[in-house]
Each structure stands twice: as structure tokens, then as C-alpha cells.
């Protein structure tokens, strides 16, 4: 009884352990959620910045940003992938394609306060 039991929790625990594994960002991926992590720092940067500092790091920013987002049009996942694979792929993309359109949101954000505040 004890043995079928651990069977049981053995393979639902090496299912858990595959399916982690396929859902797992791909080498582009990581590499695109680095230098957005790099771009949230730097827009908390130009947040806390005045001035022409405030417009250089919001310049770098736009470049760093277009950036990321030409490199993950150009991701395509691996051929031969499994379905499984295909799909955690999908699901990765679709998660930092949020962080990244997040991150553009609140750049314009602090953009249009900015013009707010030049409007007054």
C-alpha cells in the first residue's frame, strides 16, 4: 500500500517537475526579461530624476525599450518543439510581451505628467 502510494506521489511529482521544465523561459526569453528588469530600473531612475537627466535616461530608456521589443519579434520557438513545449514557449512570450506593453504604459505615464506639468 505504502509503495503504490509513493509510486503515486513519485510520478505526479517528476509530471510537476516536466511540465515546470517546458513551462521554463527559453535562453531569448531570459535574456529579454534581463533587459526588461534593466529597463524597469532605469525608468524608476528617470522617475526619480529632474530636469535634463530626466530626458537623457528617458531617451536611453526608448532605446533600450525598442530594443527588447525587436528582439522579441524576432523570437520564433524552437522547430521540433513538442506541443507541450510549443505552449509553454507561447505562454512565456505572452507574459513578457505584458511586461513589456506594463512597462511602455508607465513610461507614457510619466511622459504626459511630464507635458502636464509644461502645459500649467
Not at 500500500?1 to 510537476?16: H, Q
Not at 526619480?48 to 528617458?58: D, P, S, T, V, Y
Not at 536611453?60 to 521589443?69: A, G, H, P, R, T
Request: a neutral charge; hydrophobic letters at 45%; glycine letters at 4%.
Amino acid at each position: 500500500m505504502k509503495s503504490k502510494l509513493l509510486a503515486t506521489m513519485m510520478l505526479a511529482i517528476m509530471m510537476g517537475a516536466s511540465f515546470s521544465a517546458i513551462a521554463a523561459p527559453d535562453e531569448a526569453q531570459r535574456h529579454a526579461i534581463q533587459q526588461a528588469i534593466n529597463a524597469k530600473e532605469k525608468l524608476q531612475q528617470a522617475k526619480a530624476a529632474k530636469g535634463q537627466e530626466q530626458k537623457n535616461l528617458m531617451a536611453d530608456l526608448m532605446k533600450m525599450m525598442q530594443e527588447i521589443m525587436d528582439k522579441m519579434m524576432a523570437m520564433k520557438p524552437k522547430s521540433g518543439m513538442s506541443m507541450e513545449e510549443h505552449e509553454g514557449w507561447i505562454n512565456e512570450h505572452q507574459k513578457l510581451m505584458q511586461q513589456v506593453m506594463d512597462q511602455m504604459l508607465d513610461e507614457h505615464q510619466l511622459l504626459m505628467k511630464d507635458c502636464d506639468g509644461m502645459a500649467r
